[in-house]
């Protein structure tokens, strides 16, 4: 497995991984799936007040979520929620007009970070990498974010 995943292979995973019969892709993604999968309803309406808070379109599907920390200037522990578009980071100590959020298409690349962490590269070299840590399972959060 490589240490960095590029924007195109983020988005060849995501044109495919919807009408693919491929069953190791389905199984896991499958295993990828939070805790919320066995509760349909619950999820809805979480994913529903998550779209409201960041302004998601209806046409856009959450996906799974991870715990995970955003570091900027201090830890912030949360949630990292992905999308079958974006990425967006949820906490209860960051306003969510401050929470890190992203379009795939804005990612240039994802790579790991230390022992627990990954680096979101963003396309404009402008804009700082989004960098989040403290993930139980580091590498089934990259695998959930390529089928997505």
């Not at 967006?88 to 890190?100: E, I, L, N, Q």
């Amino acid at each position: 497995m490589s240490d960095t995943m590029t924007n195109s292979s983020m988005h060849s995973v995501s044109q495919s991984a919807g009408t693919s019969n491929d069953t190791s892709k389905m199984k896991s993604r499958s295993s990828m799936t939070s805790r919320m999968d066995d509760k349909p309803e619950k999820q809805r309406e979480k994913f529903e007040k998550l779209r409201k808070k960041f302004g998601a379109s209806d046409s856009e599907t959450f996906v799974t979520s991870f715990a995970c920390s955003w570091k900027k200037r201090m830890s912030n522990k949360g949630r990292l929620y992905v999308s079958t578009s974006a990425i967006y980071f949820d906490a209860t100590m960051v306003r969510s007009d401050k929470a890190p959020r992203c379009a795939f298409t804005d990612i240039a690349t994802a790579e790991k970070l230390g022992e627990r962490g990954i680096r979101f590269v963003k396309t404009d070299p402008k804009e700082p990498p989004l960098d989040f840590t403290s993930f139980a399972k580091r590498d089934d959060t990259l695998t959930a974010i390529r089928l997505t």
